[in-house]
């Protein structure tokens, strides 16, 4: 039988920008930029919540280290997928929460099948760290039967 899992999909489509960790130095000087509230430091990066990023750009004229870039944002959830929002403003690139029932095995593989985080789901929530991936959509399984999908964007 399907376990109830809610699969975390970003629900933007279009053009958004991304923050490179390689080239920020966690300055700031984009933060006040945003008119939307996109932007945040976690960490020692800048990072920018592609649900509140409206694509307008202006964050990119006052990074002095030009560490954001446009980025084409293709995927989309499913027909009737649940959409999860992140629980706070400004998640974690990579970081997500699944509702699972207590106990559950909840996994994450690569379009290749193989595995790349797992976890039991301790009291209806499971927490999944995919940042060291590459962007790209990755499946989620709950004891053993497909839940539905995650994407994790460019970074």
Known sequence: MP????AAIVSVLGWIYQVDPAICNGCGNCIWSCPEGAL??????AVIDPELCTGCGICVNYCPRGAIYRTWYTSAPDE???VIHAPSPNPT????????PEGCLVEVVD???RLVASTTS?????SLDISGQAPGTYSVIASGEPAGPVVLLER
């Open 111 to 113: 379009m290749a099948g």
């Open 3 to 6: 376990v109830p899992l809610l």
């Open 93 to 100: 690139a990579g970081v997500f929460t699944v509702s699972a």
């Open 122 to 126: 301790p009291g209806g929530e499971a």
């Open 40 to 45: 945040s430091i976690q960490g020692y990066d």
């Open 80 to 82: 009737g997928m649940p």
